[in-house]
């Protein structure tokens, strides 16, 4: 993180890991707590950002070539950097985001065949100094993550661009996600999303109270004393 305050945690993994729901979880025990908390994700999450979420998650762009869709995920990142995450570091607040970087390094450029070095190009311009304090990995097979996105999203709408690729991509990915954890082990933590929820949450709170550090005793005794 480049200039801030605050703490910034991304969650990644495969489609269906869990991710969404071990956010909202752990945004309600950091509120508690008493701390200023953001959710946000990507693609999207500022006004601009939303606006290229919906033709990159629509297939619009997928007819362009993956070199096109890179572009698009930077310059929709780029946006959510300066337009939201930077600013709400720069204020102390812990921001949630519901996939970051690494969703690039993995979707366009293991599993979208780009060349290491032009992701790497196209993300120092996108997250300009902005990177993860701590970045959460929900790891689960890519079967039963998808599985579960697919129960939702037959409720609610149909499989997305990136979804409905074949299994042995989304296992590629998994793999990936995990090469990058294992690559940069001071960001990031690998978390069983094979679990309960509550199982889950709890091994994602402990990680995050040791990157707060003693900040997170005070707020918590800041919360006690005022009950
Ligand atoms: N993408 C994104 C790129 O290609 N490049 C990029 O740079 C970026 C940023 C985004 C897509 O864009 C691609 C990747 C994605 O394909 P999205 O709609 O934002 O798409 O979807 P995802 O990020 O993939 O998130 P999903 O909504 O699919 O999954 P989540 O958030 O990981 O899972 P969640 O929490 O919604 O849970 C899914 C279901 O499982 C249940 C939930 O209740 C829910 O029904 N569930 C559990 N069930 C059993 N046990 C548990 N422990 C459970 N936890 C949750």
Redesign the pocket.
């Known amino acids: 993180m480049a200039d801030a305050n605050g703490l910034f945690v991304s969650f990644e993994?495969g489609?269906?890991?869990?991710?969404?729901?071990q956010i909202r979880r752990l945004a309600e025990r950091l509120r508690e707590l008493g701390h200023d908390v953001l959710v946000t994700?990507?693609?999207g999450g500022s006004p601009g950002a939303e606006a290229v979420r919906h033709v990159l998650?629509s297939g619009a762009a997928e007819m362009f070539g993956t070199r096109m869709e890179a572009i698009l995920?930077a310059a929709a990142r780029n946006d959510h950097v300066e337009e939201v995450i930077r600013p709400a570091l720069a204020r102390g607040t812990i921001v949630l985001c519901?996939?970051f970087m690494d969703?690039?390094r993995v979707?366009?450029g293991v599993t979208g065949n780009l060349e290491a070095d032009y992701i790497e190009a196209l993300q120092r311009v996108a997250v300009n100094g902005v990177i993860p304090d701590c970045t959460l990995i929900?790891d689960i097979p890519a079967e039963i993550g998808l599985e579960?996105?697919r129960?939702?999203a037959s409720a609610v709408t149909a499989p997305?661009r990136?979804?409905k690729e074949e299994m042995q991509t989304h296992e590629k990915r998994r793999e990936a996600f995990l090469d990058i954890a294992a690559r940069e082990p001071d960001r990031c933590h690998v978390v069983d999303?094979l679990?309960?929820?509550d199982e889950?949450a709890e091994d994602v709170a402990a990680i995050v109270d040791r990157r707060l550090g003693p900040a997170t005793n005070i707020s918590s005794a800041r919360s006690e004393a005022a009950q």
Do not use: N, V
């Open positions: 993994g489609e269906g890991a869990g991710k969404s729901t994700r990507e693609p998650l995920f519901d996939r969703s690039s979707y366009q929900l579960r996105a129960k939702r997305d990136f979804e999303a679990r309960s929820e889950i």
